[in-house]
């Protein structure tokens, strides 16, 4: 989707059109953008940015706090809407997902009439816009999705697959982040033309299986399966605070109403986790997490929650404000089967 938050506002608020829209918190406080109309984008403006940046950036913008559940219900009726096309859809994020129609072109007759009647469905139905990248696998397409942004449709045939990828520089394809990007250019790699030089051999020994997979990337193969079952890896919650937290007690408590919340959806989803996750950010924005792994799976509030205290007490929180903390559960059992408390609230 092409903005989605900053475009459900615009679609159901017409005076927004065409204005620099930022889903956001408070700019004048230490609220942060979770999204970005393409409007303000222009300005530098994106997505992860402190409030108070963004308007400085683009002091006439439009600010509106985010509504995940709008959000929701409308990501909701999108992606019913692919599953109509084919059953093979796996969610990458609200408004982001991959789709498998292989076997499920229909009277389309093509992938590419099936990515134009979904572009025209959605406009249609939703009054939103969606660009849609064709490709012979997950990866051409991710890149060619983004390459036609915003809006856009951008195909690219098994022929010409090399032609596509050679000019990118490294950073767009998958599993390549700033780190890798920088032991590339180390070797004298910007572009994915010159990777496609490098003999798999010296990726793998730079790179270990990550190299191999660098190798197959760089010449457009890529043999993961759109998965329709994602299996989640954690499951948690955080928070920014408007101001700094001083006191230990306060910390505390508010790691315990997180630990409860975490560990009412997970009973919810009907899973448990051996790892529970501290976070904690400072006022100049450093960030430390502690975790302690238990011998079996667990979904109880009181356990998380313990274990939560005892991990804040191994960072400097109390003896340094904190503006931010986070409780997180991970190695996750979906199998239904885990440690259960003896008494209620031990």
Known sequence: M???????HQRDDPSLVGKPVVIGGDPSGRGVV??????????????AMPSAEARRRCPHA???????????????????????????????????????????????GSATAVAKAIRAR??????????????????VAKIASDHGKPDGLVVVKPSRVAAFLEPLPVRRLYGVGPATERALGELGVATVA?????PVELLTSRFGRHGAGLFR?????????????????????????????????????ELVKMAHDVAASLEKREIAGRTVTVKVRYPDFVTVTRSQTLPAPTADAATVARLAVELLAKTDAGERPVRLLGVTVSNLDTDGVWQLPLFEGD
Do not use: C, W
């Open 217 to 253: 990337f760089a010449r457009g193969v890529d043999e993961r399966p759109v998965e329709t079952d994602r299996v989640r890896k954690s499951l948690g919650t955080e928070n920014t605070y408007s101001r700094d937290l001083e006191r230990r007690e306060a910390m505390e408590e």
């Open 122 to 139: 959605v406009r249609d139905e939703r009054g939103l816009t969606v660009s849609v990248g064709v490709g012979p696998n997950k990866l």
């Open 194 to 198: 010159e990777l496609r030089g490098l």
């Open 62 to 108: 439009v600010f509106i706090r985010p509504d995940f559940q709008r959000y929701r219900r409308e990501s909701e009726a999108i992606f019913a809407l692919y599953r109509e096309v084919t059953p093979l859809v796996q969610a990458v994020s609200i408004d982001e997902a991959y789709l498998d129609v292989s076997d499920h072109l229909g009277d389309h």
């Open 34 to 47: 979770a999204a970005a109309s393409y409007e303000v984008r222009r300005f530098g403006v994106r997505s």
């Open 2 to 8: 092409d903005s989605f938050y900053a475009a459900v």
